[in-house]
C-alpha cells in the first residue's frame, strides 16, 4: 500500500476528530509528511497545509481547540517541525497569506524547534 493513499483521509480526520484520536491523526501525519514529502512534495503542500492553518487558527492559548478536548499543541508542533524540515523557508512564505495569528503561531513553534 502506497502510503500516499493514506494522506487525504489522514487530513480529513485530523480536521474533524476530537481529543486523543485528533492528537493521534495530527501525529501520522506528520510522520507521513516526512516520508511523502520527497515524491510528492505539491499534493503534501495542497493537503496538509490546509490541516496546519486550521489547527494553528482555531487552538488556544493553552493548546486546545474549542470543544476538542485534549491539547493539540504537541501533535501540532510536530506538524510544523515535519514541513519545515522538508519545505525549509517556503512554509514560511506559504504563511504570509495566512492571517497574522496563525504566522505568529506557526513561529512561535519553529522557534521552539532550534
Not at 496538509?48 to 486550521?54: A, F, Y
Request: proline share 5%; charged share 20%; glycine share 8%.
Amino acid at each position: 500500500l502506497d502510503n500516499y493513499l493514506l494522506l487525504q483521509p489522514f487530513c480529513t480526520k485530523a480536521q474533524f476528530l476530537n481529543g486523543k484520536a485528533k492528537q493521534d491523526m495530527t501525529e501520522k501525519l506528520a510522520d507521513l509528511v516526512t516520508e511523502l514529502y520527497p515524491r510528492k512534495p505539491y499534493a503534501v503542500e495542497q493537503k496538509v497545509l490546509g490541516v496546519l492553518w486550521h489547527l494553528l487558527g482555531n487552538m488556544t492559548n493553552s493548546g486546545s481547540l474549542p470543544g476538542a478536548g485534549g491539547n493539540i499543541r504537541a501533535a501540532t508542533a510536530k506538524l510544523s517541525k515535519a514541513l519545515f524540515a522538508q519545505m525549509g523557508h517556503s512554509l514560511l512564505t506559504h504563511a504570509a497569506s495566512q492571517p497574522p495569528h496563525i504566522r505568529k503561531s506557526l513561529e512561535e513553534f519553529l522557534e521552539m524547534a532550534t
